[in-house]
């Protein structure tokens, strides 16, 4: 079993299972109190699932792109809690468990459901603030029904979208302003990744643009 985080948008928990696919997901859309609802979130989802910690094999964090903000309360929510089970802590793409969901649905079936190949592009595109945009392209789904990724993930103002995808401009796309992260499919994609055993995606947060507070270069030199 796997617990899955993600705030890269609002704030997602869920247990998932391989074989008894979303056991609880518990979602919260506000993009500014994820430090404030996470830890409910989290046992909010381990209580509903009735999974105690020494159950998971697993936590997963999604790791963007998304904010600098939002985005490393659950990656650090992530890492501790498993480190407190002892479990590995490993991350997937946000945009990638987008196109996952999307694209199983697109082929009639729920993320927990194994299937094969889907030949359904799509464009990922989600709110970056700033007036910015982060998009990435898929093909469709794999053989072993993963996500297949094009281009992306990058930053651009929306009036730039269709020159920055190129060739897949005329594919569809998710509306930036309502496309949420869910942490059920996260997790399940993880699930999937698992069984196949593909890699993983790095561990470091997928920011795309510099914090706004940098580490200092050392003191000021004091002038009279």
Do not use: N
């Amino acid at each position: 079993m796997i617990l899955a985080i993600d705030t890269s948008a609002g704030s997602s928990v869920a247990v998932v299972d391989r074989d008894g696919g979303v056991l609880a997901e518990h979602t919260v859309a506000d993009t500014r109190r994820h430090a404030e609802v996470i830890g409910r979130l989290i046992d909010d989802a381990l209580r509903e699932a009735g999974v105690t910690p020494s159950e998971l094999s697993a936590v997963v964090a999604g790791r963007g792109p998304g904010p600098f903000t939002g985005l490393r309360v659950g990656i650090a929510a992530a890492r501790a809690f498993a480190f407190g089970a002892g479990v590995p802590c490993l991350s997937v793409g946000s945009h990638d468990a987008v196109a996952f969901e999307r694209l199983s649905a697109a082929a009639g079936r729920s993320v927990g459901t194994a299937g094969g190949s889907v030949d359904s592009p799509l464009v990922v595109v989600t709110d970056a603030r700033r007036r910015e945009v982060a998009h990435s392209s898929w093909s469709g789904l794999d053989d072993d029904g993963l996500p297949v990724l094009v281009a992306g993930p990058a930053l651009v103002r929306p009036a730039d979208l269709d020159e920055a995808t190129g060739a897949s401009s005329s594919w569809p796309r998710t509306d930036p302003d309502a496309t949420t992260v869910s942490a059920a499919a996260l997790g399940m994609l993880a699930e999937r990744l698992f069984e196949h055993g593909r890699a993983f995606a790095a561990a470091e947060p997928l920011y795309l643009r510099e914090p706004d507070v940098t580490p200092s270069a050392g003191p000021k030199p004091v002038t009279q």
